[in-house]
């Protein structure tokens, strides 16, 4: 069914259907040529009105089909044709008259050109297996390239950080990320520790995960998010937040992005000392990345919780980032940032605002 637009050609484009000519088993296929040449070799294959010839003395040699007076191959090959029949036989050939002849075991059967639709080798596969398999392999790219695709992003690196103490400490980051036409979902973990004279003084772990969904266009979305927190530090053994609610794009481009979000959702803490809240809060955030350059990226992530129970009890987030290429490499790169996170009502004892300093170097593997 797949060729059955090749059918009723004139003759070269009946010929230009041989694309897949025979290989012969071993160098006794001859071509003739107008100006009287003779050539020995393996017709490799013949077609778009030239011929492919294998030779022992010249290497692979590729002819004008115009130039050739004959063809001669001394091995069997399949040869199809429009009515639906197969031969199998040596194909003998000239230009010069409109017929092929193919030297079966029942003898000599001149069949006209416009009736073969393909020759090949004994023992390959025919051109309708061949095109059905191509046709399934394409399908299945096209399916593939439509299915999500998850990106590992991971960060390790030494900052300076400044607030309650002053310390030197390693930072590290794990993110796995799968964003489609319509949605997006984030799974991430990370984690800080310091020593200062063989004394820990950092020892912090955080990890959640988010989700957005494009609803009526590709700028509205809906999203949940939840997330674990715990920092033996700032006394918290546990800080977990559910939270959920609407967004917005406001710019939506390859290298431009900037969204809204604002929710509602859930916050428990509970603090070593046996301190424990339930509290209703708001999620107010805006991300935005900008790529300055084609190796240079600028990124701002904050966000605002303010619970229900008082207005002055409240926590800010920000992040703010660039990211360089570390040469040529798609995969390695420098992330130089800074965060600031501000508590209004810390335990007793610590400061309200911690800021970090980093400089990590991130692998993203796609």
Known sequence: MLLEGHRGCARWTSLAALSLWMVAASFG??????????????????????????????GDIEIDASALITIETDEPVNVGLTTGDRLVGSVHWSPTVDRVVVETDMGGIPVSVEKIEAVWKIGDKSPEELAVEALAQKAAEEFEAKLPKWTLTIEAGAI????????????????????????????Y?????????????????????????????????????TEAEYDEFENLDLRYTVVGGPGYYWI????????????????????????RTNEAIMDVGLNYRLDITPWVRFTEDASYYPTFESVRDHRLLFDTAFVFPIGTSDMWKIKLGVTHEYDALPQPGYKRLDTTYYANILAEFK
């Open 252 to 275: 939506k481009q390859e290298t431009h992005e900037l969204k809204t979000r604002t929710g509602l959702g859930y916050q428990h803490e509970s603090f070593m000392d046996g301190t």
């Open 29 to 58: 296929d001859a071509v003739t040529l107008r100006d009287g040449s003779r050539l020995i070799g393996r017709v490799e294959r013949m077609g778009d009105g030239k011929i492919k010839l294998i030779t022992q003395f010249a």
């Open 189 to 225: 973990a990370q984690g800080a520790y310091s020593e200062e004279n063989d004394v820990r003084s950092t020892a912090e772990v955080k990890a959640g995960a988010y989700y957005e969904h494009l609803l009526f266009n590709d700028r509205f979305f809906l999203y949940g998010s």
């Open 160 to 187: 300076y950080k400044e607030g309650n103490t002053d310390r030197l400490e390693g930072r590290g980051k794990i993110e796995a990320k799968r964003k489609t036409d319509v949605d997006l979902m984030r799974l």
